[in-house]
């Protein structure tokens, strides 16, 4: 069974920002595509950043140019730099894999973008 564990949230200033981490157990972490997710509330859960096992990244255009995805398969670690922090950043944020199937999902790490 997988476990994620997401780190690194917290209350940041408008153009601020924060780095986000996700431990992954396991031993098979560096074949899967991860990927970032955000909910905000009353809103659906949200694919933000994908990284490949080849390092291959993509993004959605909301958040293409500040936010950058990044991945240490040494330490089981997936990372998300997220630069020039907006309000409408504020969620909870989750890592998973980039595609089905999920596993399950950890508890997220919030973020609050507020002046």
């Known amino acids: 069974q997988v476990q994620l564990v997401e780190s690194g949230g917290g209350l940041v200033q408008p153009g601020g920002s924060l780095r986000l981490s996700c431990a992954v157990s396991g031993n098979v972490f560096s074949i899967y595509a991860m990927g970032w997710y955000r909910q905000a509330p009353g809103n659906q859960r949200e694919l933000v950043a994908t990284?490949?096992?080849?390092?291959?990244?993509n993004y959605v255009d909301s958040v293409n140019g500040r936010f950058t995805i990044s991945r240490d398969n040494a330490k089981n670690t997936v990372y998300l730099q997220m630069n020039s922090l907006k309000p409408e950043d504020t969620a909870v944020y989750y890592c998973?894999?980039?595609?089905?199937?999920?596993?399950?999902w950890g508890q997220g790490t919030q973020v609050t973008v507020s002046s």
């Open positions: 998973n894999r980039a595609e089905k199937p999920f596993f399950s």
């Open positions: 990284i490949t096992s080849g390092n291959t990244t």
